[in-house]
């Protein structure tokens, strides 16, 4: 009889486990009847992107959307206004707002954005992109021209890596028209919730024009606007030296100040991603200007490739040589 009681109590015990529902999960559930779990990341542009494990990153239309609920409190925006807030199901068409002990019965069509925040964690992350584009073209003259570029961003704790590279060829028959590649790196201490402190080095070389090579290694302080599902913009301005070498191997240097910024913003359920980065310079003594900086769009075609489209300008002025180069590039991009 005992062993029969302790039997019954294990079978109560397995029915009881899988007939409760997940909870570690946020739920959405849809206007057709259909209810997915996994994680929700962010609302923007009328596209809920959600992480699931079946199907991976999910684009949602927002307008297809029932009700659902999420497992964590989420940043919930309202005009300029950001707050924390867990959200819950309710009636088809409705969500439940809960901030602490207030709870609001909030129609579905007023929510326009709102985002997971990113969780701070010690562990390493990492992510990037490699991006390329080559052209042939045969006619009265053959042309080739190839662009490569890597970005990689290294997170542990509050330090956070960032370096990559860049290559540019074009050639016309047997002319060089250009020819180049850059190397950065920038290492960022975060000693507050919005403040760094960072340290950065770049060098340049150039085998067609006569500023054939530019350096520059600077550290300064740099404030993080937002970091989030949706996107980051951080500025940071930096003292040191910069260094110019011309072809026929002279060189000069001084120092100067440089503001740097770093932008990315995901649209339509993270399918789209705007991006500007790039830094403004002057020296302290004599009167040379530089700007280094591109703006470009990348358009997610799986979940780990891309198309882009790039627009760069490098520009020095009052050296012994003016640089004054516009890149267009288009390509194809590979991220993780």
Same mark, same amino acid.
């Given at each position: 009889?005992?062993?029969?009681?302790?039997?019954?109590?294990?079978?109560?015990?397995?029915?009881?486990?899988?007939?409760?529902?997940?909870?570690?999960?946020?739920?959405?559930?849809?206007? =057709?009847?259909?209810?997915?779990?996994?994680?929700?990341?962010?609302?923007?542009?009328?596209?809920?992107?959600?992480?699931?494990?079946?199907?991976?990153?999910?684009? @949602?239309?927002?307008?297809?959307?029932?009700?659902?609920?999420?497992?964590?409190?989420?940043?919930?925006?309202?005009?300029?206004?950001?707050?924390?807030?867990?959200?819950?199901?309710?009636? +088809?068409?409705?969500?439940?707002?809960?901030? *602490?002990?207030?709870?609001?019965?909030?129609?579905?069509?007023?929510?326009?954005?709102?985002?997971? +925040?990113? +969780?701070?964690?010690?562990?390493?992350?990492?992510?990037?992109?490699?991006?390329?584009?080559?052209?042939?073209?045969?006619?009265?003259?053959?042309?080739?021209?190839?662009? !490569?570029?890597?970005? =990689?961003?290294?997170?542990?704790?509050?330090?956070?890596?960032?370096?990559?590279?860049?290559?540019?060829?074009?050639?016309?028959?047997?002319?060089?028209?250009?020819?180049?590649?850059?190397?950065?790196?920038?290492?960022?201490?975060? !000693?507050?919730?919005?403040? %760094?402190?960072?340290?950065?080095?770049?060098?340049? #070389?150039?085998?067609?024009?006569?500023?054939?090579?530019?350096?520059?290694?600077?550290?300064? +302080?740099?404030?993080? %606007?937002?970091?989030?599902?949706?996107?980051? %913009?951080?500025?940071?301005?930096?003292?040191?030296? /910069?260094?110019?070498?011309?072809?026929?191997?002279?060189?000069?240097?001084?120092? *100067?100040?440089?503001?740097?910024?770093?932008?990315?913003? %995901? @649209?339509?359920?993270?399918?789209?991603?705007? /991006?500007?980065?790039?830094?403004?310079?002057?020296?302290?003594?004599? =009167?040379? !200007?530089?700007?280094?900086?591109?703006?470009?769009? #990348?358009?997610?075609?799986?979940?780990?490739?891309?198309?882009?489209?790039?627009? *760069?300008?490098?520009?020095?002025?009052?050296?012994?040589?003016?640089?004054?180069? #516009?890149? /267009?590039?288009?390509?194809?991009?590979?991220?993780?």
């Amino acid at each position: 009889m005992h062993l029969l009681l302790c039997r019954l109590r294990l079978s109560g015990l397995l029915v009881l486990f899988f007939l409760t529902p997940c909870v570690h999960a946020d739920t959405v559930w849809m206007k =057709n009847g259909d209810r997915l779990s996994g994680t929700v990341r962010s609302l923007s542009g009328g596209k809920l992107v959600m992480d699931t494990s079946y199907g991976g990153t999910l684009s @949602l239309n927002w307008s297809s959307v029932s009700t659902l609920s999420s497992e964590k409190a989420i940043d919930v925006r309202n005009g300029q206004q950001v707050f924390k807030a867990q959200l819950e199901a309710a009636d +088809p068409g409705y969500i439940v707002v809960r901030r *602490g002990a207030d709870e609001q019965r909030v129609q579905i069509t007023r929510f326009e954005e709102f985002m997971k +925040p990113k +969780p701070k964690t010690d562990a390493l992350t990492w992510t990037g992109n490699i991006d390329m584009g080559i052209s042939l073209k045969k006619a009265s003259t053959r042309t080739q021209d190839s662009h !490569f570029a890597y970005n =990689n961003k290294v997170n542990i704790g509050k330090w956070r890596n960032d370096f990559g590279g860049t290559y540019t060829r074009e050639k016309e028959d047997d002319t060089m028209n250009t020819e180049n590649y850059s190397l950065r790196y920038a290492l960022d201490y975060q !000693f507050r919730d919005r403040l %760094f402190w960072q340290g950065r080095a770049s060098y340049k #070389r150039d085998w067609v024009e006569d500023l054939s090579q530019q350096a520059l290694l600077g550290t300064g +302080p740099g404030y993080q %606007f937002w970091d989030d599902e949706l996107g980051s %913009f951080s500025l940071a301005l930096l003292g040191g030296a /910069f260094t110019y070498g011309y072809s026929d191997g002279s060189s000069d240097s001084h120092l *100067g100040a440089s503001l740097r910024w770093d932008y990315q913003r %995901f @649209l339509q359920g993270r399918k789209i991603a705007l /991006f500007s980065h790039g830094d403004v310079g002057h020296s302290l003594g004599d =009167n040379i !200007f530089t700007m280094d900086a591109e703006v470009g769009l #990348r358009y997610q075609l799986t979940s780990w490739s891309s198309l882009n489209i790039t627009y *760069g300008h490098n520009l020095v002025s009052g050296t012994r040589d003016t640089l004054n180069e #516009r890149d /267009f590039t288009t390509g194809l991009g590979l991220k993780w």
